[in-house]
């Protein structure tokens, strides 16, 4: 697939747009209709549920001498799962096992294998001494940050207004658009709003890496909704491809959704396609493998493809792509 990609390199508000002011494509099988995100009401229908994701991003970036770290996530054994960057940031350096890396505030992680094995980019490491992470990354952490983006972004800039527990090592970036008056105008056009948690880890993979381990929750009053939604013929439309996972991380062969909690190594193709989940806003990144992958379990490729298409069509607007730029909706 062959897309036209402007950068979003900094935040909308910088832009002079506000959260809710960016772009939207919304994708359905009768065309492609170019409008704002304040404009998803009238895109969705009473009774619709729209599943977000509570996860709250840390400053996860945190700076040694002549290297860096990126913490992806925390282990249940109190070890950490890091990617180690180069330098200049601009990319993975590859750590060897056994190595100690030294870390401001007398912190110290050895390097032990690679998480998961296989590859070269993920590590599990053992912080000494044990600290919580969360408390660590706040005193010592700043935002992950792209070459990509310009200058240097407040944490508020990273976090969606829902977010409530912390645990993302970026941001998940679908659901930065919906404001809290966005929210509530969704609410009143009769459009029900549930959350999940599922905690991301660092998002530069390989072209054709598969989505890594990643801690989730779906709680039971969710799981409730969805059956419900469901039950009345209305669609469940997940915001941002961290939701999706974890709805269908907690569906069952036959389509239902049990409250769940632990890790989810589940991958999504269109030979394991969405259970669950009828709909997708998402925003705009690089149509890779495994991205292309998640979509068409929801949307099917042929709706996808043409989705990204129109994007670059003669005539649309221009979208920005990235954590700070515009928005798609796929509605199959």
Not at 8 to 26: I, K
Request: net charge neutral; charged share 20%; proline share 9%.
């Amino acid at each position: 697939m062959t897309v036209t990609i402007h950068e979003a390199t900094v935040p909308p508000e910088a832009r002079g747009v506000g959260r809710d002011g960016v772009r939207l494509a919304v994708v359905t099988p009768t065309g492609t209709t170019h409008t704002r995100a304040r404009q998803l009401p009238e895109h969705l229908r009473p009774g619709d549920l729209l599943v977000v994701n509570t996860s709250a991003t840390l400053p996860s970036a945190v700076d040694g001498a002549g290297f860096g770290v990126h913490v992806s996530t925390g282990l249940d054994d109190g070890s950490w799962v890091i990617e180690v960057r180069q330098p200049d940031n601009s990319g993975p350096a590859v750590p060897v096992p056994g190595e100690v890396l030294t870390l401001p505030g007398g912190l110290t992680l050895r390097v032990d294998a690679a998480h998961p094995a296989g590859q070269s980019r993920l590590w599990r490491a053992v912080p000494a001494p044990a600290v919580d992470r969360t408390a660590y990354l706040h005193a010592w952490g700043r935002p992950i940050r792209y070459r990509y983006v310009h200058g240097s972004w407040p944490l508020d800039t990273l976090q969606n207004v829902y977010a409530s527990q912390p645990g993302s090592a970026e941001m998940p970036s679908a659901g930065r658009p919906l404001t809290e008056r966005l929210l509530v105008r969704l609410m009143a056009a009769g459009v029900v709003v549930a959350p999940v948690v599922l905690h991301t880890g660092v998002a530069s993979q390989e072209k054709h890496e598969p989505p890594q381990p990643e801690e989730y929750a779906v709680p039971a009053a969710t799981a409730r909704l969805v059956a419900s939604t469901r039950a009345a013929g209305r669609r469940v439309v997940a915001v941002g491809t961290t939701v999706v996972r974890a709805l269908e991380s907690a569906a069952t062969a036959d389509g239902r959704v049990v409250p769940t909690a632990g890790w989810t190594s589940l991958v999504l193709d269109p030979s394991r396609p969405a259970r669950v989940v009828d709909g997708l806003l998402t925003g705009l990144h690089e149509p890779e493998a495994s991205h292309l992958h998640l979509l068409a379990a929801v949307a099917g490729r042929d709706l996808v493809d043409r989705g990204y298409a129109d994007l670059s069509a003669s005539g649309a607007p221009t979208y920005l792509w990235h954590e700070f730029g515009d928005s798609m909706l796929l509605l199959p």
